[in-house]
């Protein structure tokens, strides 16, 4: 059964700072991973789709790697600003299971 | 840009009611699904939908059914509401299986 690991589960940083989220999954057989935002009460936004064979995606200040081998992913956010605060969450898609396992997320809070 | 609306953002059901919650997704995506987001648990899913009247478990579909009469349009049904069920429902649309899900703003349930 694939499980999805995010740590740490909160985490405070300045603004401007360049900042790395982990995700973790144990089963490596994955489609793709994605990572996805969430503001308080809200939905969820997504924000990047790295491909099994990808080792990267990039959008704006966001980088997403993948080691699908060694089951990682990080979530790279560059001169990090008070409205990137929210929570991230990763999610994989395994294809034994059909469907999105999502981790339980990262809480970021960015401060001035 | 993809938009998925649900029909409430908060609703307040008695134990034992009817409940449904509705999804709309305007951007003609073969598949739907559900989930339900508790704090600790992160987002499970309900069911999903990847054809006009077809429909598959997820991992917690007891106590919830689906219908799908209309591509467009997701219902998510508790049957007889409890306690049990107070929790954010999320309703997602993806156009491929493994493809991006966009989400709708979600629903916050609470049955007394």
């Known amino acids: 059964k694939q499980e999805v690991t995010q740590i740490p589960a909160a985490l405070s940083v300045p603004e401007g700072e360049n900042l790395v989220l982990n995700c973790s999954f144990t089963?490596?057989?994955?489609?793709?991973l994605q990572w996805f935002r969430q503001d308080p009460g809200k939905g969820l936004t997504s924000l990047l789709l790295i491909q099994s064979s990808q080792r990267e995606q990039t959008s704006g200040r966001l980088n997403a790697s993948l080691d699908k081998s060694s089951g990682r992913s990080t979530l790279c956010i560059a001169a990090s600003q008070p409205g990137d605060s929210a929570t991230y969450l990763c999610a994989v898609w395994t294809g034994t299971a059909s469907k999105l396992t999502f981790g339980t997320g990262t809480r970021l809070q960015v401060t001035l | 840009d993809v938009k998925v609306t649900q029909s409430s953002r908060y609703l307040v059901k008695r134990t034992g009611e009817k409940v449904f919650l509705e999804c709309v997704q305007d951007?003609?995506?073969?598949?739907m699904f559900w989930y339900r987001q508790d704090p600790g648990l992160g987002l499970r899913l309900i069911y999903f939908?990847?054809?006009?009247?077809?429909?598959e478990k997820g991992d917690i579909p007891e106590g919830y059914s689906v219908s799908r009469e209309k591509k467009e349009r997701f219902s998510l049904i508790l049957e007889s509401a409890s306690t049990n069920q107070t929790s954010m429902y999320l309703c997602a649309s993806s156009l491929g299986l493994t493809d991006t899900q966009y989400f709708g703003p979600g629903t916050r349930l609470t049955v007394l």
């Open positions: 951007m003609d995506h073969e598949n």
């Open positions: 939908s990847y054809d006009v009247k077809m429909k």
């Open positions: 089963d490596s057989a994955i489609y793709n």
